[in-house]
């Protein structure tokens, strides 16, 4: 009989309890993979369609995200024909690390009313992390109609900010264009003022920088094509 007391017991009991569980979580985690992407891509099209002022709650983004927005791939200023990626499963943490003329982003064009809006998608880097988000432009390719912004562990009251309807408000009516020239959107310390200049938050310098930063960053790929549109 197999002495329950001794080390070896305990080692090998250990090791098959381990090896169990590790097992199990595996199974669930493969499981619940699908599940998973699922409710990310669908948070994705919730988030698209908050941009243009479209509140529906996650399991109900699908309707009307298919039936009011058009996905386009964008490089280097124009519609690509026949993408090897589609829009929407373009990953932006990969192609923001290109230059901007190189990179294959989505355009995302909705229908509302009516109204045409162009959906751009940003990907940035915030004090502890990275930050991400939609700004959305109204007909004339250059006022903005609506902005969102969310982050993966900004602090909460500071740069937190970022994903509050008070700091994406700020937003609303600016400009990205003066006379026909790109005009990035400032991110200010002291008090905003004019078509291109948001409040910056308090105590969160970094990550007013930082979404300043991806803003411009991720607006140079669509410049040429916006010119177009006005």
Not at 55 to 62: K, L, P, S
Not at 118 to 134: S, V
Not at 159 to 166: K, V, Y
Request: with cysteine.
């Amino acid at each position: 009989d197999m002495n329950v007391n001794s080390n070896s017991y305990t080692y090998t009991f250990a090791l098959i309890l381990v090896v169990v569980v590790a097992a199990l979580l595996a199974g669930a985690a493969s499981m619940l993979k699908p599940f998973q992407q699922s409710n990310i891509q669908l948070e994705k099209k919730q988030n698209i369609l908050k941009s243009v002022g479209v509140i529906v709650d996650r399991n109900e983004a699908d309707a009307p995200f298919e039936k009011m927005i058009t996905e386009y791939v964008i490089k280097g200023g124009n519609i690509v024909e026949s993408p090897e990626v589609a829009a929407f499963d373009i990953d932006m943490s990969k192609a923001v690390k290109l230059t901007p003329d190189s990179r294959e982003v989505p355009l995302y064009i909705a229908d509302k009313d009516g109204e045409k809006f162009f959906i751009l998608p940003l990907r940035g880097k915030g004090l502890w992390g990275p930050i991400w988000g939609y700004v959305a432009l109204k007909s004339d390719g250059k006022t903005i109609a609506g902005a969102t912004f969310d982050h993966k562990g900004e602090t909460p009251g500071l740069g937190a900010e970022i994903s509050t309807d008070a700091f994406q408000d700020q937003f609303l009516g600016k400009s990205i264009f003066e006379g026909g020239s790109y005009a990035p959107i400032t991110v200010m310390k002291g008090t905003a003022s004019g078509d291109h200049q948001v409040d910056g938050i308090s105590g969160g310098t970094i990550t007013s920088v930082g979404l300043e930063d991806m803003l411009d960053d991720c607006i140079q790929p669509y410049k040429n094509y916006l010119k177009t549109v006005q």
